[in-house]
């Protein structure tokens, strides 16, 4: 009964539409004031500071104090892939086709701290097709894929270090299979970054590839076997 009682209350947190909307709003990974959070889920500072300390208090939430101001951002990111995941199974609603969803958000996306939408889903499609990571239901890099990610300069003993799972399959909500996540996911979408492949989209999760970068991202994952058809 009381794991029964557990759901229920974690369901009605994350269920109401004023909280759902700030959710959605800090799965793009970025911390929040409860002044800009207000904004979006367009309620007062009052009642959205009440929404912010249930969501805070049930550990969905974690708060980051800096000097007079505090910061809210989801408390990990096995709380950012559960979003993901409830995003996903609420795109089956067949009154919301998928054309519908935003096209650079469908395209490229921030999940809290990885890549998300079509470009992450072929990113990892690739990484398994060239047998760089072990698995469909959950991921785990392979050898072959160690050697990957180091020659990239990606340190995957710092992150196998980290409390931190090293992979995590993560639901795509658009695209309704797997991307990844975890610690190695977000060093990859870091690194797209770095190399300025990539941009976020000013107040937005979408990711915009410069021309130049799609190619050098399309060119690095791809699997051999495609370039060879």
Not at 134 to 140: A, L, T
Not at 197 to 210: G, N
Request: aromatic share 8%; proline share 2%.
């Amino acid at each position: 009964m009381s794991e029964a009682a557990d759901l229920s209350k974690l369901a009605a947190l994350i269920g109401d539409p004023t909280r759902a909307r700030m959710l959605t709003m800090l799965m793009g990974g970025t911390a929040l004031t409860a002044t800009e959070l207000a904004l979006h889920g367009n309620v007062s500072a009052s009642t959205a500071s009440s929404h912010l300390a249930k969501l805070a208090e049930a550990g969905i939430l974690k708060v980051i104090t800096q000097g007079r101001h505090r910061y809210f951002r989801l408390f990990d990111d096995e709380v950012a892939s559960m979003l993901e995941t409830l995003s996903g199974i609420a795109a089956r609603d067949t009154s919301r086709p998928k054309s519908r969803i935003e096209p650079a958000l469908a395209a490229a996306r921030v999940c809290y701290d990885h890549l998300a939408g079509a470009a992450g889903v072929w990113m990892a499609d690739q990484l398994r097709a060239r047998g760089f990571l072990d698995g469909r239901d959950s991921f785990e890099v392979s050898s072959d894929g160690e050697r990957f990610f180091r020659e990239w300069s990606i340190d995957l003993d710092a992150l196998s270090r980290a409390r931190r799972p090293l992979c995590r399959t993560c639901l795509d909500w658009s695209e309704r299979r797997f991307h990844l996540g975890g610690a190695l996911g977000a060093a990859i979408l870091q690194r797209i970054f770095a190399l300025r492949w990539a941009r976020r989209e000013l107040e937005s999760r979408a990711i915009l590839f410069s021309p130049l970068g799609e190619r050098s991202f399309r060119s690095l994952f791809e699997s051999r076997q495609r370039r060879r058809s």
